[in-house]
């Protein structure tokens, strides 16, 4: 027994001596950020967290914070990660549960209630949690089908507009999805598929679907950069769907992320398709530096920060004023009539919906 | 003996156990009944099946078509051989979704396969055997052939002198003696392709899913630890067996063989059959492994001026608080920190391990160490965040934690690699050198040090390049400020437009070359004993 702890504490050394010459070596001063008071305030996140240097320097100067950030995998991946480690988190905020999951992270008391400074400039329609403020809601987004100019100009096609069209036989083995139990966009258009067709036609509404070719792959690198004709890696790859599952922002992504910059995007969203998301974030219940984290809340509201974010992470701002880039109004306008659902239909049905689905589409 | 056993228990039980603990007890009761309920489970069932019959299918494709490569790498000699062998490895060390990729470009649409003949196996069965080949290939040719070259060629002209047929004279003196090889090699490749993930959740598509991908989903996608947590005990429990048939195998192979050195075997080819051998396992490793690759480097290169290259050093666009070429940096500091602790540990272990006394339990020890190769990186991940999360040991904040995670990878292949030469030193040297007053310390220096320095540097080589490709582990711990090759390439892969995914192709071309280097210069340094790989 002895030896083994003696081993363990050699062992413990060991890495003490490594991590001095280690990547951070030097700059590491994480250390302390348990004890009160503490200077360094982390944010949680999932790995689609993008901000503009300068945007969160301004933050750590006025605030006299600095600010880490872990970027946890996938928002599904971020919030299970919060979750387990609930009792001792990994920061001090969470950003990126988003309104299919915010009931796991709610029920499972991730959250401690605040209200951010700002808040009351949050349009309506994107508010939740409003007696409690457990959660402050962050950006939007819409999940649509994007389609492939090219392919449908070439065969004089109409692009599909809404739900129904894409089961008409027009668009016969055009359209790739993801997987619902796997994949955010998967999910979020199954949910939009059944905010249009209900609790009892969408399973009728996937019947079709499925007669009519769709494609169900694992996650939305799959889908979008293999699978579908119109994005840059899927023209590479030679993908054959001019149809698919994915964001509203990813036409003006297409223009942005090109050069030279084309003159016009080349893909484009059927805008009768889409589901809105809202992301959220959160003080964690035992964050260590809960003055921090407010502060931190309070910035992700900013107008500065509300601002750079679109670019950064391809959402739209949620409180009213902030600025939408140019590129999202001319290559990808946001949706009109959005499908949507409420926090608690969602986490009411998801689980069953998801089963249904998979027993349906998949076997 | 200490050293490794603590590090096992730390770094590797104590999280596993933790996390599934998370998912099966209850109010501080295991619920063991909970396993029985959900093997139960008609999914289930059936992805236990499949698990198991595509292992099986892959191993099989995988020794078909590999062993006459094991041959031709072991007899043949032919220029450009070592750069042949450092290449055919490098799929081997790739992380799967830069493979994936590379692979449809192969299989996929508008692929090979579809511009010859209008076949394409995506999203079947097939694409993911001919990948599990495209990755398992290296360890056939060089478990197999390492043996393969070291056998006196003599033996088997002996017999032919004698009267019997090539085939004979192949079957009854050359099989059986590598007959222990091909038993280790199918079982590395069999417990590879049992705990595949990457491969069938990225060319399989969602109607196919192994263990491990059902483990990933119930886990990080459904939260359904408790699932999770009966899939990894089950998946423990086939991997255990395994290897332990694996462990079995090994020790037999271990009987007296005489070896010669391997420089000695090889000639040029002679003959028609020889020849078209070798053409054909050149042909095969063409198309099988290096068209892929080739692809990567082509889509890297699809852009004016080497664009998604100086794209790289910017640091615009957020996807990255630092520019992506950072990546490399990381990779090679993480790497090295991993090697250093794989190699202490790995050392240690197999010094322990290569003693005559050793008695059955250190033995079974040797087992032991293999299984994080056996264990799903999500549980080890979501392991490490629940149990190394409070003083004395609270490592979520560190760096070192995506080493260490590396490390229990890099382990199992210093083990392997070091162990046949430590077994072969000569004892009495060692007790001659302590009679001459020599203390332990120095008799490690001045008799096993200098016998097994080689043997070290290729181990520390293959636990190096196995750490730059690990993905799964790392992705869960790894800081943003500091993300690997693999790590950035699939954040890379994750955004749409042109840039990323050029920028993406770019970065795997990158790990891929130093992937290569690291195996070249291990080529460098083979030694007529080099270990299972």
Redesign the interface.
Known sequence: MH??TL??A???L??VT??A????AGK?D??D?GAAGSKTVTLVSH???????DVLKDFEKQSGYKVT?????DA??AV??A???KD?P?GDVLFGVDNTLLS?ALDNGLFQPYQAKGSQLIQPQYRADEDKHRVTPIDTGDICVNYDKAYFSKHKLTPPKSFADLAKPAYKNLLVTE?A??SSPGLGFLLGSAASYGDQGWEGYWKKLKANGVK???????A???EFSG???GR?????RPLVV??AS?PP??V????PKPKTAPTGVASGTCFRQTEYAGLLSNARNTKGGKALLDFLLSREFQNDMP????VYPVVKGAQVPAEFQKYGPQAKTPQTMAPDRIAANR?QWVKSWTSLV?K | MAGPVAFFAVFFAWPVTAIVARGLKADGVWQFGRIADVVAQPGIRHVLWFTTWQALASTALTLLLALPGAYVFARLGFPGKQLLRAVVTVPFVLPTVVVGTAFLALVGRGGLLDALWGVRLDTTVWAILLAHVFFNYAVVVRTVGGLWSQLDPRQEEAARMLGASPLRAWRTVTLPALAPAVAAAALMVFLFTFTSFGVVQILGGPGFSTLEVEIYRQTSELFDLSTAAVLTIVQFAAVGAILAVHAWTVRRRETALRLVDAAVTARRPRGAGQWTLLAGVLATVALLLVLPLTVLVARSLDAPDVGYYRALTRTDGGTFLVAPIWAIGNSLEYAAAATAIAVVIGALAAAALARRDAGRIVRGFDALLMLPLGVSAVTVGFGFLIALDRPPLDLRQSWILVPLAQALVGVPFVVRSMLPVLRAVDGRLREAAAVLGASPWRVWREVDLPLVRRALLIAAGFAFAVSLGEFGATVFIARPDQPTLPVAVARLLGRPGDLNYGQAMALSTVLMVVCAVALLVLERLRTDRTGEF
């Open positions: 030896t083994k081993v363990a050699a062992v413990g060991g890495l490594l991590s010459c280690g990547p951070t590491d994480k250390t950020q790995d689609s967290w993008a901000v503009s240097k950030v872990l970027k946890d995998g599904g991946q299970n990660k979750i387990l480690t001792h990994q796991r997987n139990a796997t169900v792959v694992d996650s939305w690198e799959q979008y950069d293999q994005s840059a890696g590479k790859a030679h993908g054959d994915s964001y990813s992504a297409e942005i992320y090109a050069d670019l950064n992470m391809f689980d998949l």
